[in-house]
């Protein structure tokens, strides 16, 4: 292939001509020959691309995927055989699946065709043919091939904000919502929308997901952390956010946001309704936007716990649109859907200026529009089956398998956790993570030192090379100094669960034994 | 729906006790009560973003979309019954119909329980049955709906590859290809990687497609012109190109990369090889990273004119990866099959140093992935139906028809603006577009002025308003100053061709009576 296809007719230069020529074709430069200068390099890029650090695929898990390789490549090599991702969310890879009325109507509005012929009949549920027939429908132009609104389909938005307003009791407007490939890149528009130097500051939890980290840094702001306290189960206390607000205006910083995640991630705690009415309170009293990352509504394990959307705890507070700004995330990624690779989110955006959303408006523009299937995909997570649909029991004892079992998981996790030499673990009231914190001994600390390592790298980064397992440092999330912790998803198949829990265990004894004060 | 489910546990506060009671929840804090700062407002928030311009979906389309509303709830009000649509290159909102192979394999690998059941043999063709169950069973976990790779699936990399490599007759490494959401995800990515501060520059085509001038000013870099020659069919000359990077350095700009269109946006002209092989002796001479927009690699209409990728004609001029960057742009959204909704596309990145390909694999991942459905979508169309296959007669006849319509409407287009008075234009070699050139009457620009508007925008605006065609000004674009043009796609349904020319020519004549000096 290299030769055949080359047209014999190109001019053919050695380098060094090209190197030396004066000019380019038509000879008349009048610039005397110049070395190339090089035109990329860490040095002439932009600085805030190589600050911005993304551990949730970072070093460890490019090692996995060496790892990975080798376990092909030279297979009994390693003294394991499979590489566990326990370093993402990501449901599906682990093995669970679809909820099967989701991918039924996403395939038919992918091939409308299909809606015309009995045959279908056979091959599809009856509701999920008329759920596609009326997306198709309403669809201008009857097309999922077409670029759609910058904001999204509205049939799609209608259908979102009716379950917004269906969970929260409260009215959802279409034109708030803005649907997007996954939550990230509204979460990308907003901080492109607040931050112009660094001397504007978003106040992120820490530990946090490291999107929040990434997506500041590379726009060029200041992250303005504020510590949740493990001691409390993760709590978010409102002094150390004055605390930490106060001190970031006393160095100078314009604080623009208040970004909270709830569930946490990593920290999977879930919020009392009057810590988010103190949030609401706070970003009002301060100017700030509420960035509520609400991505893992759906996942909420522990007894007598409940998500609540900030939206609603404000409109229950009797706050109107102009009173307060939130900008709330939901993605197909998380839930008991997990559907990450299909790329849907949207972020519903109330009590912005209408000149400010015009300019949100030209931003979703720029990009177009976000991927059609995910858009769907979006607006069916939001609108789900209801009792008496046909597909309804079969959606329902799906959803509830995968969140029992999840359920089960976080807490085999969390227990496991405990368990082990020198670690406590809160318990997972929600998300899909535990972030347990290891008492390493001060050996460990050093030896990490010695090969030029953060010590909860240097855990991690022994853990895969003993037994597959991928997990994330604590460090990549950002922790209070001197503390160390890792991320572990409670995604790993129920069955499998406990060979990794014993796999975990006995490396961790192992490590303890050889790092042990 | 209101207050039905509204918990009534909530605290309700009215907007004057929250804006007078001190501090928050605990009651502690010492702040006195302020007036609340407005935390948004086109002040307060990035200038950068206000900047950016993207006419495309600019103030024409949205008075658009308001007179389509007007026509639903006051039918005949407006001189017009529809609205067509030629301001976007989106041609299945216009009627075109999707490739049936492609949406057969999409669908599925969304459903991929299909492959298993008899029935499905009814429905879908053999080999989209096969090429799917192929595709599903190199998915790592079988599973569209895990986050992939960042840079996108390997298979679908891989045979993207394949394909550019039949194209060029030049090898290509699917470690080179970065799948993203469309092709502008990746000129943002690029142009994040590119600009530290306005310091830097890229030199792009004027008139050029806007992303690149929005992409630029977000992120707050220079766009450095240089000037196509209307005059010689939106030429790209060499002259114009030094001289620009000249002016560019002696202003102190470090010029980073050259934006190349090709075929042109909205040009339409068509780049020979020994223009190409200019071109990229210029940026290996100048270091400048080529970033080659190729998306309309498949439309070409122009007798004797031939798509030459930038990759090929370095390797066909015996340069190798090192000496020359490219970076080649490609998107499901253009060709024969336009499938703009389904966001697919891919930068094939070649010459960079390992280390900054550490920093784009770590800009990717902060994204997580593009959407697998339109990964997939865009390994099919560079990897379609061969000779022999089952679907391949009917896969030929769908893509011919739908060129072979696009050919004529390209000529059909340009034929008629020639023949309006005042008006002259090039012919669309390629791409989706007619960009005439306006010789407005001194007494139009005048009358522009008075209403404070641009005179193409006063055109396309009147234009909107007696006939429903919108268009885009070429103000958007960018031209030579003092020069008035307007960006027409090609793509409304050829039988209707003939009326949306009839009402122009008659707005035409009018407008041209109106103002004629």
Redesign the interface.
């Known amino acids: 292939?290299?030769?055949?296809?080359?047209?014999a007719?190109?001019?053919?230069?050695?380098?060094d001509k090209?190197a030396t020529e004066g000019g380019?074709?038509?000879g008349?430069?009048e610039q005397k020959p110049?070395t190339?200068?090089?035109?990329?390099?860490?040095e002439?890029?932009?600085?805030?691309?190589?600050k911005?650090?993304?551990a949730?695929?970072?070093e460890i898990v490019i090692r996995a995927q060496t790892l990975q390789q080798e376990l092909i490549s030279k297979p009994g090599s390693l003294p394991f055989d499979e590489i566990i991702y326990c370093n993402?969310g990501?449901?599906?890879?682990?093995?669970q699946l679809?909820i099967?009325f989701f991918?039924?109507v996403?395939?038919?509005c992918?091939?409308p065709?299909?809606l015309k012929?009995p045959?279908?009949h056979?091959?599809f549920s009856s509701d999920a043919i008329s759920r596609a027939s009326q997306i198709i429908d309403k669809i201008?132009?009857r097309?999922?091939?077409?670029?759609?609104h910058?904001q999204g389909i509205k049939v799609c938005r209608d259908d979102i904000a009716a379950g917004i307003?269906?969970r929260?009791?409260?009215?959802s407007n279409s034109d708030d919502i803005y649907i997007t490939?996954?939550a990230?890149?509204g979460v990308h528009m907003m901080m492109?929308?607040?931050?112009?130097s660094e001397k504007d500051g978003i106040l992120c939890p820490i530990p946090q997901y490291p999107?929040y980290s990434?997506?500041i840094a590379?726009?060029g702001g200041t992250l303005v952390p504020y510590y949740l306290n493990e001691s409390s189960g993760w709590g978010l206390e409102?002094?150390e956010l004055?605390k930490q607000l106060q001190a970031a205006r006393d160095a100078g910083t314009s604080v623009?946001?208040l970004v909270v995640i709830n569930p946490g991630n990593p920290t999977g705690q879930v919020l009392s309704?009057?810590n988010q009415?103190?949030v609401v309170?706070?970003c009002?009293?301060?100017?700030?936007?509420l960035l509520a990352d609400e991505v893992y509504q759906h996942n909420v394990y522990a007894e007598g716990k409940k998500f609540n959307s900030f939206k609603?705890?404000a409109?229950?507070?009797?706050?109107?649109e102009k009173?307060v700004?939130i900008v709330s995330y939901q993605s197909v990624?998380k839930g008991y859907y997990?559907?990450?690779?299909?790329?849907g989110g949207y972020m519903e955006v109330t009590g912005?200026?209408e000149?400010?959303k015009g300019?949100l408006y030209?931003?979703a523009?720029?990009?177009?529009?976000?991927?059609?299937?995910?858009q769907i995909l979006m607006s069916l997570v939001m609108n789900p089956p209801k009792v008496g649909d046909k597909s309804y029991e079969q959606f329902a004892r799906e959803r509830d398998a995968i969140l029992s079992s999840l359920a089960r998981r976080a807490k085999m996790m969390s227990e496991a956790m405990n368990k082990l030499e020198g670690v406590s673990c809160n318990a997972a009231e929600g998300a899909m993570y535990v972030f347990p914190r290891l008492h390493l001994p001060e050996r460990a600390v050093k030896a990490a030192k010695a090969v030029d390592m953060v010590a909860d790298v240097f855990y991690t980064r022994r853990l895969l090379d003993a037994t597959g397992i991928v997990m994330v440092p604590g460090s990549g999330f950002r922790q209070v100094p001197g503390t160390w912790h890792f991320r572990c998803t409670i995604l790993p198949a129920e069955e499998k669960l406990p060979g990794v829990i014993k796999r975990l265990t006995t490396f961790h004894q192992k490590f303890m034994d050889e790092f042990r004060d």
Chains 1, 2 share one sequence.
């Open positions: 292939m290299q030769s055949g296809g080359g047209r007719s190109a001019t053919l230069l050695s380098n090209i380019v074709a038509d008349k430069s110049t190339p200068v090089s035109p990329l390099s860490l002439t890029i932009n600085p805030k691309v190589i911005a650090e993304y949730v695929r970072g993402i990501n449901p599906q890879s682990l093995g679809p099967t991918r039924e996403i395939a038919l992918d091939h065709d299909l012929k045959e279908t056979a091959l201008p132009g097309t999922t091939g077409a670029y759609s910058s307003a269906a929260d009791g409260y009215p490939d996954g990230s890149p492109q929308m607040l931050l112009s999107l990434a997506s590379l726009h409102m002094n004055k623009r946001a309704e009057e009415q103190d309170r706070f009002m009293k301060e100017g700030l936007v609603k705890v409109r229950s507070m009797g706050l109107e009173d700004i990624s997990g559907e990450c690779g299909r790329r912005f200026p000149d400010v300019q030209k931003l523009s720029v990009n177009l529009c976000s991927n059609v299937s995910g």
